[in-house]
């Protein structure tokens, strides 16, 4: 079944500790994407990538980091996560890209920073 | 660059009855427009889209929408609403120069059909 797979769906930490959600697709996409969703923003994008090694900055990267070693995995990675970080985090997929294409999207994983 | 806005937090309606949810863009180059719904506990969708061609866009569950250029509007419609179709809508939209990378959603809008 084709799929976008994030890791962990549900997650409670604490300022300062690092943390990682995972994001993993099965269909040979070379487009996957980052979002942050909050009541009444909408979905913001954090980061992309087009292909592997290949990233850039979305509209609210501030605070994260992210990596494209593999063409499946593309890893959200909160260095130092504050309480202004807690949010619904959406991981997405395209082959043609985000702007022309379908993008497929992970079940999202809630995070909250105390 | 390019901005969505979304004109209804919440739209509520009775099944059976139409319904439209409204969307303009901004934008100073030709883009490309999208409808996604999120329901409960869910990731999104795609439910329509609009590239190029005719400005009447079908999608699924009887969706659809139109482009108005002129007014920078892409307003989703159904003619008859179902308990089913209870769930978030987002406009999206990307500049055609920048296709492959920048796609730049609405606030939402959360349609509740009620019985």
């Known amino acids: 079944e084709a799929q976008v797979t994030q890791n962990p769906r549900y997650l409670i930490t604490v300022t300062g500790k690092k943390l990682t959600v995972t994001c993993s697709q099965n269909m040979n996409h070379e487009y996957m994407s980052w979002y942050r969703q909050d009541p009444g923003l909408g979905l913001r994008q954090i980061y992309y990538?087009?292909?592997?090694?290949?990233?850039d900055k979305g509209d609210v990267p501030e605070g994260y980091k992210v990596s494209r070693k593999e063409k499946r995995n593309f890893p959200l990675i909160l260095e130092s996560p504050s309480p202004n970080q807690t949010s619904l985090y959406f991981c997405?997929?395209?082959?043609?890209?985000?702007?022309?294409?379908?993008?497929?999207f992970g079940e999202g994983s809630r995070l909250t920073v105390l | 660059a390019q901005s969505v806005t979304q004109l209804d937090s919440q739209v509520p309606v009775f099944e059976e009855a139409p319904v439209e949810l409204r969307c303009n863009y901004s934008?100073?180059?030709?883009?490309?427009l999208f409808w996604y719904v999120q329901y409960p506990n869910q990731g999104l969708q795609l439910l329509l889209k609009y590239l190029s061609g005719s400005t009447l866009v079908k999608g699924i569950n009887g969706f659809e929408a139109e482009f108005n250029k002129s007014q920078t509007s892409f307003h989703l419609r159904k003619p008859s609403v179902h308990i089913s179709d209870t769930a978030e809508y987002f406009c999206a939209v990307s500049e055609k120069e920048t296709s492959g990378s920048r796609l730049t959603f609405g606030e939402g809008t959360q349609l509740t059909v009620n019985p």
């Open positions: 997405a997929s395209s082959l043609l890209g985000g702007g022309t294409g379908e993008l497929f």
């Open positions: 990538s087009m292909n592997v090694e290949v990233t």
């Open positions: 934008s100073s180059v030709s883009v490309y």
